[in-house]
């Protein structure tokens, strides 16, 4: 049971090194180590590293010494990793087409936004591939070209296939409500990773593409010559959260205080802005009162009613309200105007 992740693991690291040429020489065997000499350990740790850091944490706790054994834990952690790489896959598509929407004024059908209207606002699994697949057909029909291209090759129906499968109940602390003998939970787990497996293998180009937390941008002007940008981000793909903090310089600049997903450092206008679905607060200072039960965290989008946004995080396991957030009007805007474009429904933004 102790290579219960190998599959996993050799699988979906192979279909990263197709993208990132790169990471081929930790498939090199070491001659002096038994069977095929490829540690699995270094591979596992190589994968958290590169895929995003919401998709990462999760495969990291996956990998853990703890969900080793096919028993309702790993079931349950399979379950959380499948929801959360579905929730951010289907989160890049969507801010991609509420950008299509504004710039190009294309025209969304009836039958989507109508759907999304009533999907958008209490997310579950089951609206993560809804919409997946409905945007990914979208794209197909409005000859929209993904911001990552590789997404074509996937966006087909055994990809959208492979997202349909039995998922049991939850209650209001994430936790699966259904009794199953040991028997079916190790099935499900093997039948449940394999399912993992594919998602990730379609999904490995992600890797070549770089998640940020867009700190600060400084202007710098000097006596006739052009302004430079210099762009202060956090790298959000890390085995754990002391992600790496650098300062990058260019002639243009990106948004700020904003969580990016870039196809290159170097051409920062080149990204999708995942705000509000996707908000770092760790960038928040705590400097009233009214903002000392704000957790530092990368927060996903979960819930909007009442005119609340509702948001749960990858590390913080607790509920917690994020209202004192000093942008938190601003994501509550940003979120009705998304309502508003994609549903097109003024009304839907109201909550």
Known sequence: MAQVNEDLVK?????????KPALAKYLIADEDEPGDGVDTRILADLITR???????????????????Q??????????????????????????QLWEEKIKNN???????????????????????????RATGNLFEKLSIEPFMPEMKEIL??????????WVPERNEIGHY????????????????????????????????????????????????KGAKFNHVMDM????????KTSEIQHDIFADSHSVLLMKDFKVPNEFLNLSPLVIDTRTEIIDTKEKFNIKKDIFMYTKFANDK???????????????????????????????SVLSGSPEAARG
């Open 156 to 165: 087909n129906n055994k990809f959208y296939q492979a997202l349909d499968f």
């Open 70 to 95: 096919l028993d309702r834990g790993r079931l349950d952690q399979l379950f959380k990793t499948i929801e959360r790489t579905t929730q951010f896959l289907s989160f890049v598509m969507l801010a």
């Open 11 to 19: 699988k979906v690291f192979d279909a990263m090194v197709r993208h």
């Open 177 to 224: 409500q259904i009794n199953l003998t040991d028997e079916e939970i190790q099935k499900r787990c093997v039948e449940y990773e394999d399912k993992l497996t594919l998602i990730l293998q379609g999904i490995s180009f992600i890797v070549k593409y770089k998640l940020v937390t867009i700190r600060e941008i400084k202007v710098l002007k000097s006596k006739h």
């Open 309 to 339: 946004l509702m948001y749960v995080g990858t590390e913080i396991t607790e509920k917690c309200d994020l209202g004192s957030l000093s942008t938190y009007a601003v994501l509550v805007e940003q979120f009705k105007e998304m309502l």
């Open 106 to 132: 294309i025209i969304i059908p009836e039958e989507y936004s109508g759907q999304f209207r009533n999907r958008i606002c209490i997310l579950s699994l089951g609206n993560f591939t809804w919409l997946i």
């Open 50 to 68: 590169h895929f995003p850091w919401p998709v990462g944490v999760e495969l990291r706790r996956l990998f853990s010494g703890s969900m080793r």
């Open 236 to 243: 959000l793909n890390s085995s754990d959260s002391d992600f």
